[in-house]
């Protein structure tokens, strides 16, 4: 219960705001250019094109490295898309979302350290349906970006941190 009620306390930057409203924006244009049933690839390739007209910066299928315990895995995940460097995009295109998609996404958002992260699923009649807002629970605030040293969560010891990276440059 107390993770819910720290919900609240996740305050999420006015300008990843506007990124997450362009997003759905240009999710939903994809979705009623395309309707729902084809590939994730088409999805995601779709999406890139429409937030680059939209004046966005866009990185696709960014492997990212972490450290574990002192040892450096290079390719430990892979983004779909990211959006001017600060909002995470996850997209799928399945019969219906899981619990291990959000965990997934509120992973990433952990070890980018960002606090926001949209999940997207496009297989849906209705997009609305298909858009889930994933927040970071461990984000801390605006003295947190997403260039600062990573440290270790209290409550996870031996938790990951994100290796160098081209995202952190």
Request: hydrophobic content about 45%; overall charge positive; some cysteine.
């Amino acid at each position: 219960m107390q993770r819910r009620e720290d919900r609240s306390e996740v305050r999420v930057p006015a300008a990843i705001e506007a990124l997450a409203r362009a997003t759905v924006h240009a999710a939903l244009t994809v979705h009623r250019a395309l309707g729902p049933g084809l590939l994730e690839s088409a999805y995601h390739e779709c999406l890139a094109i429409e937030l680059t007209l939209a004046g966005l910066q866009v990185q696709r299928e960014q492997l990212l490295p972490l450290n574990y315990r002192g040892h450096a895995i290079p390719h430990a995940y892979r983004l779909d898309l990211l959006v001017n460097g600060r909002l995470l995009l996850e997209l799928k295109a399945i019969e219906a979302l899981q619990p291990i998609h959000r965990v997934q996404v509120a992973t990433y958002l952990r070890l980018l350290r960002l606090p926001l992260g949209l999940l997207i699923n496009f297989n849906v009649p209705l997009i609305k349906d298909g858009i889930t807002r994933v927040l970071n629970l461990d984000f801390r605030g605006a003295t947190e970006t997403p260039t600062d040293a990573p440290t270790p969560l209290p409550a996870r010891p031996f938790a990951p941190t994100l290796a160098p990276s081209p995202l952190r440059a």
